[in-house]
């Protein structure tokens, strides 16, 4: 609600109560002389607040913040074998496909939700967008992401943004994307899609490719600044991500947010802040009164490898001598043995900071719906996915078993197993040192097939064997999986998955 609405609400309300006392008055005389009992107007007061507090803070009142997320949008988009699909990447359409130059600042694909620069003005850029939107829904996408990725009140205000004109572009994105499902949805008889809020991590806004690496000092500030090098804390995190969901939420467009999607995560503490972020927005809006509709989110990761998240990085010295020389007579198996242990370990907590109905020892007011994994090569995400269901297997079991008996917890909430979100890299592979794209030929061992084609079939392929119930190396802990891609794929993929999927 904008201070404007708050003020003008105060100024009618005061116009009624002062004519209800002109009628409370009346209505007084009238019961006395009918006879009836008639209460003070300071026992009416305390009678009044008594139940304005009830309504205002109980959970039978409308501003009750524990109600269940509603999902039924995203379940909807599952077929009979419980896989739906998303867009691809809309950067990296914009410029493959559409032909834009996002490189220019640090806003990335909402450069052109302006008319600032001549490339993009006169609704060239909006229409860009809507056009991205669109091809991908027409391909088949069940679920649209904005073009906010790495849209925040600081990026703008880099860009040379007041905080008036940030918010009033980042809410563009959302009605552009809104525009795109309504045409979309004019000539389709398909279950209508939904629009994803796609928020980058705090890497995407240092515009450095930090979200690659998980190192998050502020390379942007003067060299001389002390806070350079220094990696932000949960609280900044956390605070960052909270004023960049709250220019969203008091947006007329949040009712059109079919689900929101913080991406490219690499880092667990920063799993971890997100979450306290939206538990301090549903707090705040408590407090001050003002109804929240809370939608169903899903934090999706960045792995390098398929082990671990980028960030911290490993200590180079924690099996070797400082020299750099192996302990030859270490037994190798019982090392790599204890080191994918400590690996499933790792796993383990992660997933439990993303998918626990507690956050800082307190019930979550806005638990998550889904667990992704973005930005990351597609041959990576079988063992990963295999590490994060046994990771939630695992959870799911009783204290007495080893886990926190989550499924249940989880129930109790109104919430079911998790979704899983899976929108790998194309084919082809992101060099962040030169800033380029390479081709499978130039891109050593982290290259593979790029035909749309191949891509699709092996991504639907996991997907499907997550679902089945046949697979020992998947155990039944997801409630349905969600499949797209991120950089370098486009509606040729979308398309090519879609097609998989009805095989």
Known sequence: MRDSDKIAGGQQTAEKLSANNEL??????????????????DIIVVIFLFFFTIAFTSPFGRLDMTAPINQSGLEALLDSSRIGVLDGGLATYLEDGLNFDLSKG?????RLLDEKEDDVSNGKGQKGIFDAHLHYLQAGAGIIGTSTYQASLESFERAQY??????RIMSKAVDLACEAVNTYNSSSNAVRPLISLSLGPYGAMLSNGAEYT??????FLAESDPQREQQPSIEEMAAFHQRRIEAFVVQPSWKDVGVLAVETVPRADEALAFRIALENVVKSHAQRGIALEKKPVYISLAFPDDRRLPWPPLNAGSNNDKDGDVDMDEDEEEDAADQDGAVQEEMDWLVQIVSDTVVQGQESQWPISGIGINCTKPYLLPR??????????????SASEGGCDLERKR???????PLLFLYPDGGLVYDPVRKVWLTPSTA??????NSAASWAANLMKLAKRITSSGDASFPDVWSGVFVGGCCKSGT??????CQCRSL
């Open 444 to 449: 050593g061992p982290y290259g593979g097939d």
């Open 106 to 110: 640090p806003l990335w694909s909402a």
């Open 384 to 397: 990963l996915v295999e590490r994060m269901s046994a990771s939630l297997a695992t959870l799911n079991r």
């Open 411 to 417: 129930s109790a909430l109104g919430m079911q197993k």
């Open 24 to 41: 409370r008055k009346i209505s007084r005389r009238e019961a006395k002389d009918r006879g009836c009992e008639v209460l003070p107007n």
């Open 492 to 497: 040729d993929e979308i398309r090519a998955l």
């Open 214 to 219: 998980g190192d998050y000092r502020r390379t």
């Open 162 to 167: 007041d905080q008036e004109s940030a918010s």
